[in-house]
């Protein structure tokens, strides 16, 4: 998920490769122009002061390109950025980090519409799950799904807090048919074989009771004796 190359260069290195457009009075690049870098890297779009400012399209000669709002050599503000490996980034930019609100969608088809941060996915988002129609709706800290959010799928959805990705602590499954199960998941580690250097976390759901549809919030408890759902993790 990072970018197939870098548009940055020094100033001595710009001078280089062919240039054609407008220059202002200093003979800098200046205004609408085309530009082909000396690693076949091409840029065509609006200049100030020698610098890429303004509209623009890069072309990356490995297949990447960015379509968007550049600031002083920079994407910043708005744009587009097509990966070579058919992943795209729809969004806002800052010093040529995904910041702000963006649409990411991957090569198989999952995308994240969300907040970014620094270039990684942090705050607020929604990740939809192409193959089994799924989707995480929540927050999200330095990449990965971190304290409220939920599961929805077809016919029910989980919600409860999350850490590291899994759900943890207490949570519910919501019904479609109007009912709710509160409990609790925790996450183990499964013993691993000779040899093996990872573990393998595994989810274990601890069921307390059945209820009518009710508000949940985080840190929220419950008990009882329930029958365990047939839900699994996305």
Partial sequence: MSDAGSDE??????????????????????????????????????????RRHGQGTYRFKNGARYVGDYYQNMKHGQGTFYYPDGSKYEGSWAENLRQGHGVYTYPNGDAYDGEWQHHIRHGQGIYHYHETGSKYKGSWVNGKMESAGEYIHSNHRYVGNFVNNNPFGPGKYVFDIGCEQHGECHQTEQDQAEGELASTTVLKWIPKCITGLTLWAPGQDSSGEPHHPSGTWP
Avoid: W
């Avoid at 220059?23 to 076949?40: I, S, T």
């Fill in 9 to 50: 260069f020094d100033d001595e290195r710009s001078k280089l490769g062919e240039y054609e457009g407008g220059r202002n009075e200093a003979g800098e690049r200046h205004g609408a122009g085309k530009a082909v870098l000396p690693n076949g890297d091409i840029y065509q779009g609006q200049y100030e002061k020698g």
